[in-house]
């Protein structure tokens, strides 16, 4: 519920009695759980909770049926895939797969309506300010965007750099992959448009929503900023009880496994990169096998490389957010760019600024029916599974929605209680439109030009090994048996050739 020039908010409360006693875990009941108009604090309402410590205090205070509980599920999980990696693997792939099988059209029927809802509100409450009528922005423009990429998205950003290549050359056997579907250049474009998707707007939606609620909920009616009181119009006087407390124990879980995910993903990458680094490969074939230091692909460098990122992370929030995290995220933001920039001039400039100039345009006009494409006939299986798959067994494959888009969505939204948060405490003093724009449609754009570039100069590449290859089987006799039909002819993948 959004207030226009301090007026409409109120009226979204339905009841206007104030509270007349201090609120207790005994007191309390159903009866009196309606939303109420009131003058609390932040530190306020924080004590109308059952905690430990003071609000405010800076050494100790907690909610104990929070954390312990928190606490117990996460440590619980951890020692069940400790314990049995495999049984987890199989046992989380099975819960996964039922997501998609049951809830997939939700997913994709609820990201719509979240985009049109904040649209809405772009066009309606652009101006309605995130805090008191006098308070400022804390950031530049550019920091703020910067911290805003550095939380949302760095290390998926580089971890799925090549997502528009395994878009085009198949990965998960997608359903664009008939040639009598898409040529190869109508593929490329809409690899590169399936990219967009999943980096655009309907993956930032998440952050925008929760960020936003949260921001207006404590700047302006003095919530404290935490992910229950986002609920307030609808649960009132329950934020302080269990409920709220479910909430919040929800919000850690989803956090801790959606930064888990990333942190994993992020720890992969760059062990490979030193071993790269460290063997001097080039082109797929290693100077010195043996490696300088003998870095290997391992477990055990990833966990060494996972305590050396989360000492990093931990430094620079020891440091502030304006001293530490603001000043990491500047780094990162201008690495990226650099880079990003030297790729693109170091390259075919002009091809890459084509190629993703037609994707935009492919994106914006294929959005509403990828956004409601749930891949129902694919996840029947093939015919002779006896589900009802085509019987010409043409097409895609079952899960690649499962591997793709529906672990996105939930990836995004396992962020949302973080990320969202984390944009909420940075856009002091900034306009709900601002917030949406810098939040929604630019990081979408930016994702497109990062994602766009790699993937543009990728599948050019890619092309050239494919008809590097064509042109090496047709030198071949036909003693050979490779031939224009041959695997290696169609895909590029060569040996002993």
């Not at 895939?81 to 495999?86: G, I, L």
């Not at 460098?301 to 430094?315: D, E, S």
């Not at 048996?481 to 169609?490: D, H, R, T, V």
Request: hydrophobic share 45%; glycine share 10%.
């Amino acid at each position: 519920v959004f207030e226009q020039e301090g007026s409409h908010l109120d009226k979204a409360f339905s009841s206007k009695a104030h509270f007349s006693a201090p609120f207790s875990m005994t007191s309390w009941s159903l009866r009196n759980w309606t939303p109420k108009n009131h003058e609390r604090t932040t530190e306020e309402h924080m004590q109308q909770m059952y905690s430990v410590g003071k609000a405010g205090s800076k050494l100790l205070y907690f909610n104990p049926i929070v954390s312990i509980v928190s606490a117990l599920l996460i440590w619980a999980f951890v020692i069940y895939a400790a314990v049995q990696p495999e049984d987890a693997q199989v046992e989380i792939q099975a819960w996964q797969k039922w997501v998609t099988d049951i809830w997939n059209w939700l997913y994709m029927i609820s990201q719509n309506v979240w985009i049109v809802v904040l649209l809405y509100l772009l066009y309606k409450h652009y101006n309605l300010k995130l805090g008191k009528p006098e308070d400022k922005p804390e950031f530049s423009d550019g920091t703020y965007f910067a911290m805003l990429f550095s939380c949302g998205v760095a290390t998926g950003l580089w971890y799925y750099t090549a997502e528009g290549m395994w878009h085009y050359e198949g990965y998960g056997n997608p359903r664009w992959m008939d040639n009598s579907m898409l040529n190869m250049n109508t593929r490329a474009e809409h690899a590169l448009m399936a990219t967009y998707f999943h980096w655009g707007l309907h993956g930032w939606i998440p952050y925008c929503c929760i960020g936003a609620l949260v921001a207006i909920l404590h700047y302006r009616r003095g919530f404290p900023l935490s992910m229950r009181w986002t609920l307030y119009p609808l649960i009132g006087e329950m934020c302080y009880g269990f409920i709220g407390d479910l909430v919040e124990i929800l919000s850690i879980l989803c956090t801790v496994f959606g930064v888990c995910t990333s942190l994993g993903l992020g720890a992969m990458q760059i062990n490979k990169g030193l071993v790269r680094l460290d063997r001097g490969t080039y082109r797929g074939v290693d100077d010195n096998p043996a490696g300088n230091t003998g870095i290997e692909f391992c477990k055990e460098a990833q966990i060494v490389i996972i305590i050396g990122i989360t000492l990093l992370a931990t430094l620079s929030v020891v440091a502030g957010l304006k001293r530490g995290i603001a000043l990491l995220a500047q780094v990162a933001f201008a690495l990226s760019l650099f880079i990003l920039g030297s790729m693109v001039l170091l390259d075919n400039t002009w091809f890459i600024l084509n190629a993703n100039t037609s994707a935009l345009g492919y994106y914006l006009w294929y959005l509403p029916k990828i956004s409601f494409h749930t891949d129902a006939w694919e996840e029947l299986g093939a015919s002779s599974d006896g589900l009802g798959g085509a019987p010409d067994n043409r097409g895609g494959s079952a899960g690649w929605m499962n591997g793709w888009t529906i672990f996105y969505w939930g990836w995004w939204i396992s962020w949302g209680p973080f990320v969202g948060t984390f944009l909420a405490r940075i856009s002091k003093g900034r306009r709900l439109g601002t917030f949406i724009l810098s939040s929604l449609i630019l990081p979408s754009l930016w994702s497109f030009a990062f994602l766009g570039g790699f993937g543009a100069a990728q599948m050019r590449i890619s092309n050239q090994a494919i008809s590097a290859t064509q042109h090496c089987v047709s030198q071949l006799p036909v003693s050979s048996g490779i031939n224009e039909k041959s695997p290696c002819y169609l895909t590029g993948y060569c040996a002993d050739c």
